[in-house]
């Protein structure tokens, strides 16, 4: 399985930017898909998971302003971020998990000024 990340860029506060991630390869019919984010010397952390049920979960920071959603049949994960903060600033990767397995997209800069 291969994730290929897209859509990350330069924003100003307040701005919106989307990302995508199309997987290739079979990822199973019950999976979890996902964004992290990682700032320079941090640790990954999770920002928004979305399970084949149609369940989510989101990082308390991004409540309310990301949404992350799923094309089943493109096999493909969206985050679309509103009213994004500087603090938002990080590179983004996409996820998937499913069978025990976990595969991991090439991250996106997302950089947003004030």
């Known amino acids: 399985v291969q994730l290929q990340a897209s859509g990350g860029g330069f924003v100003q506060a307040g701005g919106s930017l989307r990302l995508s991630c199309a997987a290739s390869?079979?990822?199973?019919?019950?999976?979890?898909m996902g964004w992290y984010r990682q700032a320079p010397g941090k640790q990954r952390a999770v920002v928004a998971l979305l399970t084949s049920a149609g369940t989510t979960n989101y990082a308390d920071s991004v409540k309310g302003r990301f949404t992350i959603s799923r094309d089943n049949a493109k096999n493909t994960v969206y985050l679309q971020m509103n009213s994004l903060k500087p603090e938002d600033t990080n590179v983004y990767y996409c996820?998937?998990?499913?069978?025990?397995?976990?595969?991991w997209g090439q991250g996106t800069q997302v950089t947003v000024s004030s």
């Open positions: 996820a998937i998990f499913s069978g025990g397995s976990s595969y």
């Open positions: 390869g079979s990822t199973g019919s019950t999976n979890v």
